[in-house]
T-cell receptor, first 115, second 114 residues
Framework: DAGVIQSPRHEVTEMGQEVTLRCKPI?????LFWYRQTMMRGLELLIY????????DSGMPEDRFSAKMPNASFSTLKIQPSEPRDSAVYFC?????????????FGPGTRLTVT | GDSVTQMEGPVTLSEEAFLTINCTYT??????LFWYVQYPGEGLQLLLK?????DKGSNKGFEATYRKETTSFHLEKGSVQVSDSAVYFC?????????????FGKGTHLIIQP
């Protein structure tokens, strides 16, 4: 399997622009997670889906952030409008289950820079 | 809420030295515990895990034991190599109740010198 696929790997955009990050989970996995990594705050869970349904979005910073999972093989994280403080590495992860001890497999991340 | 505390480093050691990275946690339920490793420019990879008290997770010479009495999950390796240089994250997961994401520590940057 190719693992979790994220695109783009790097994104540079100007403040106010819309940014869309994409994720393809591992085939057969039914849970998908979006995390954000910054120097100040470390790794934070933004939102996660189970069977394509959003379960917990309490980590989404504000209304400028939205996430969708239209099917089992694709998810997007959108920021509109983007701000410099959104600059971070965004990771997507998937797992076979949310059961106890189940491993989450991480993608390589998207490094977002907002100028 | 749930939280994980670990030494942030950087931790610099010589090759073949003994490694300990401390990790303690607070959790609202009975968590599973994990160590993830991140190499430069890459995503996180699971290193080892433990799902109940007194379990020992091990992989690639690394070990960690789930100590419920001290709420700890310290990572150890008897003889480190240059290739172990990376950032190590301790994490927990409390299953169920809509809280199935991982809670991470801030990460420990490990540098191994030849």
């Amino acid at each position: 399997d190719a693992g979790v696929i994220q695109s783009p790997r790097h994104e540079v955009t100007e403040m106010g622009q819309e940014v869309t990050l994409r994720c393809k989970p591992i085939s057969g996995h039914n849970s998908l997670f979006w995390y954000r990594q910054t120097m100040m705050r470390g790794l934070e869970l933004l939102i996660y889906f189970n069977n394509n349904v959003p379960i917990d979005d309490s980590g989404m910073p504000e209304d400028r952030f939205s996430a969708k999972m239209p099917n089992a093989s694709f998810s997007t994280l959108k920021i509109q409008p983007s701000e410099p403080r959104d600059s971070a590495v965004y990771f997507c992860a998937s797992s076979f289950s949310t059961g106890r001890g189940h491993e989450q497999y991480f993608g390589p991340g998207t490094r977002l820079t907002v100028t | 809420g749930d939280s994980v505390t670990q030494m942030e480093g950087p931790v610099t050691l010589s090759e073949e030295a003994f490694l300990t990275i401390n990790c303690t946690y607070t959790a609202t339920g009975y968590p599973s515990l994990f160590w993830y490793v991140q190499y430069p420019g890459e995503g996180l990879q699971l290193l080892l895990k433990a799902t109940k008290a007194d379990d020992k997770g091990s992989n690639k010479g690394f070990e960690a034991t789930y100590r419920k009495e001290t709420t700890s999950f310290h990572l150890e390796k008897g003889s480190v190599q240059v290739s172990d240089s990376a950032v190590y994250f301790c994490a927990l997961k409390v299953t169920g109740g809509g809280a199935d994401g991982l809670t991470f520590g801030k990460g420990t940057h490990l540098i191994i010198q030849p």
